[in-house]
Structures are given as structure tokens and as C-alpha cells.
């Protein structure tokens, strides 16, 4: 079973600013196996948010076809999706794949324990003792333990991130999808927020990760994707992306990065 596999997928944004079509996804197809970590990299505009949004429906696609373990939930031909299924089973198979953004978002009145606590009360329907008890744990796995009762405002960036990866977590996914987790963040506060990463990783999560964090990928990653203009153009492990790209874009890109 793979964990996630698009095959084909395509998007095009058409432009309200007036400039016109803009096609952001070409034949995007990637597969994650159960436990890899794969970071995407690429520079900017390449499609690489568009690309983790519409695996998550937070964004529509024209064509191709998105499975989450093996359950195919979209099969689109010019933005119509064939797939008949209920919304409550998608919405189900989409509980799996939990996602953390650069922007925390977390709810300034509500204090880090509670912002983890929303999901399990409400969305998957805890009990109130339940649900306290798994988010302190979960705080505690991202070494927050002792700021289960701060608000988000007393906390720094890094530690509003690990909040944000907690309440994730909160959801039990299977999958995590993390955009530029550490790019809104002081240089110093990278680490922490990536050694979260870490140690998810280790304990077995699959992750599909955009970043610019080249050690992390260097260190972490069980492939890497590198993006350009819409399209996948190389995709290897990190010692063969890091040493030898292929691709004369993957190396102009990495020589501007490292
Ligand atoms: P990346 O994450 O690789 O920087 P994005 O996926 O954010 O790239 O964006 C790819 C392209 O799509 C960019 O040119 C961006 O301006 C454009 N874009 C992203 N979201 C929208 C949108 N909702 N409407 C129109 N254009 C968009
Ligand atoms: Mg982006």
C-alpha cells in the first residue's frame, strides 16, 4: 500500500488579476511509500504549496488522480471528479493526512493545551478527560510540557510551531504534510522545530515536506522532489540530489541554496 500517490494531476489558476491562465501543477506524479520521508524543494512559485493544498482538498484540481492509502478519492477530467463517494467517507480517508503551515494560526485566546485540544473534542469527538489527556501527552512528545497553559502570544515562534505540529498530531494522522514549518521563524529557532520533526520521522510517520532546509533533507529525507515551473524534474535520494543532480535546474537551484 503506498501512503499517498498522485498520478497526472494538474491545475490551473485562472487569473484574477487579469493576466490570464496560469498553469501552476503539469503531470504532477509522486507516490510516498509508508514511512518515507520526502522532501520537496524548488524555488519559489514552482507549485510546491499548490501541490501539498490539493492533496488535502484545501485546493481543487483540473486532471489526474489523487489516492490517500489506496483509496482513490479524486479522479478528474477538465475539474470534474469522477469519483462517486460520500463526503463524510472522503472527508474520513482525509482525517489521515494531518498539515502544518509556515503561518502557525493558532487561536490567540485559547491557551497551547486547548488549541490542541480542539480537534479531538470536536472533530473526532473525545471525551473532554480523553482528549485532555492525549493533548498533554502530545504536547509532551513536542517538548511542551511545560507550557501546556500558556497562550500562543507568550510563546515563541518556534514554540507556537511545535503547538501547531501538536494539534496536528492531535488528529492522529497517518500522513503529515509540512509547508516551510521553520521559514517564518528566527534562525535560531529552527532547530527545535526541525529536532520535532526528527523525531516523528523516526518514529515512523510518513512525511511529505517542502522546505528549504537542505541539512534537514540532507539528513532526514528518504527521497528527494525538486519542483520547477509546475513540474516534478528530478527526483532521488538526497546523496544522489545533494552530490549529482541530473538536472541541470536541480543543479543551478542547489547552487543557489547551499
Ligand atoms: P511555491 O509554494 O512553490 O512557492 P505556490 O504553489 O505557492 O508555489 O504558487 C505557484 C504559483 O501559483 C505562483 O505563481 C502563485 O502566485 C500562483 N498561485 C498560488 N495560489 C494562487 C491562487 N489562489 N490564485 C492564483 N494564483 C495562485
Ligand atoms: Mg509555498
Not at 21 to 46: F, Y
Not at 70 to 85: A, E, I, P, T, Y
Request: charged share 25%; proline share 5%.
Amino acid at each position: 500500500m503506498s501512503m499517498i500517490e498522485t498520478a497526472g494531476v494538474c491545475k490551473t489558476f485562472h487569473g484574477s488579476n487579469g493576466r490570464g491562465p496560469l498553469e501552476v501543477l503539469k503531470n504532477v506524479s509522486l507516490t510516498v511509500e509508508p514511512k518515507e520521508v520526502v522532501c520537496i524543494i524548488g524555488p519559489s512559485g514552482a507549485g510546491k504549496s499548490t501541490y501539498l493544498r490539493t492533496l488535502n482538498r484545501l485546493e481543487t484540481i483540473d486532471e489526474g488522480r489523487i489516492y490517500i492509502e489506496d483509496n482513490l478519492l479524486f479522479d478528474c477530467h477538465r475539474g470534474v471528479n469522477s469519483v462517486k463517494m460520500h463526503n463524510d467517507e472522503r472527508n474520513k480517508i482525509l482525517l489521515e493526512v494531518g498539515m502544518v503551515f509556515q503561518r502557525f494560526n493558532l487561536f490567540p485566546h485559547k491557551t497551547a493545551l486547548e488549541n490542541v485540544m480542539l480537534a479531538p473534542l470536536n472533530v473526532r469527538k473525545f471525551p473532554f478527560e480523553e482528549a485532555r489527556e492525549k493533548s498533554v501527552q502530545i504536547l509532551e512528545r513536542v517538548g511542551l510540557a511545560d507550557k501546556i497553559d500558556t497562550f500562543p502570544s507568550q510563546l515563541s515562534g518556534g514554540q507556537q510551531q511545535r503547538v501547531a505540529i501538536a494539534r496536528a498530531l492531535a488528529m492522529e494522522p497517518r500522513i503529515m504534510l509540512f509547508d516551510e514549518p521553520t521559514s517564518a521563524l528566527d534562525p535560531e529557532l529552527v532547530g527545535e522545530v526541525l529536532a520535532v520533526m526528527k523525531k516523528l520521522a523516526s518514529a515512523g510517520m510518513t512525511m511529505l515536506v517542502v522546505s528549504h532546509e537542505m541539512g534537514f533533507a540532507r539528513e532526514v529525507a528518504s527521497r528527494v522532489v525538486f519542483m520547477f515551473e509546475g513540474s516534478i524534474l528530478e527526483i532521488g535520494t538526497p546523496e544522489k540530489m545533494f552530490s549529482s543532480p541530473e538536472n541541470d535546474r536541480t543543479r543551478q537551484f542547489l547552487q543557489s541554496v547551499l
